[in-house]
Structure formats: C-alpha cells, structure tokens
Nanobody
Framework: QVQLVESGGGLVQPGGSLRLSCAAS????????MGWYRQVPGKERELVATITSGRTTNYADSMKDRFTISRDNAKNTVYLQMNSLKPEDTAVYYCNAVIQRGLGGPADDYWGQGTQVTVSS
C-alpha cells in the first residue's frame, strides 16, 4: 500500500505565500517523478509543476515565475512554494508521484487526496 499525504493548504490573501508538502509512504522501492496538479470545479485537472528524481523541473507557463517545486528524496517528499498568489490560483491542489513498489516491478501513478488553496481578501 502506498499513500500520498498533502499538507499546507489554506486561506491566504492575494499577494501572499503558501508552502504545500506531500509525503509518500508505504511499500516503496523507488520514487520517480513527483508533481503537483490543481483543479477547479467544472474544469479539468491541470499541471502545476513536476520534478524528477534528478531534480529536473517542469512548470506550467503561468506559474513558473511564482511557484517553486522541490523535493527531499530521503523523505520521499515533494514541496510547492507558492508566492505572489492570485485569486485565480484558488483550487484543490493534488500531489502526484510515480512509484515503483518493488525491484523489477512496475512504476504506477499515485495521487494524494488534495488540499484546498483559497486566495481571497
């Protein structure tokens, strides 16, 4: 069993900052790419940022100047530092990880339960 547990969401004023965390736990042999996605009701889930185990990053164009993704491989944890937040950043943010559970086994996609980020005055 593998779990991704997110934390750090909440209510913040426009221009403020939040830091999201997501820790993977359970039966894990290797964690490959980790990332963050977000979803607004009625819209499709969209990419925020991803980071490989070698720390190569990829960002959605609208967020790369304000958000920073990082990871701690020893802790199987990914972070998202969000600065200069705007009301349009309001969404449920989901953690994603590609995880191999055993030597020689497949690498599968796992998702966290989501954490609400609300940007409002």
């Amino acid at each position: 069993q593998v779990q991704l547990v997110e934390s750090g969401g909440g209510l913040v004023q426009p221009g403020g900052s939040l830091r999201l965390s997501c820790a993977a736990s359970g039966s894990i042999f290797n964690v490959y790419t980790m990332g963050w996605y977000r979803q607004v009701p009625g819209k499709e889930r969209e990419l925020v940022a991803t980071i490989t185990s070698g720390r190569t990053t990829n960002y959605a164009d609208s967020m790369k100047d304000r958000f920073t993704i990082s990871r701690d491989n020893a802790k199987n944890t990914v972070y998202l530092q969000m600065n200069s937040l705007k009301p349009e950043d309001t969404a449920v943010y989901y953690c994603n990880a590609v995880i191999q559970r055993g030597l020689g086994g497949p690498a599968d996609d796992y998702w966290g339960q989501g954490t609400q980020v609300t940007v409002s005055s």
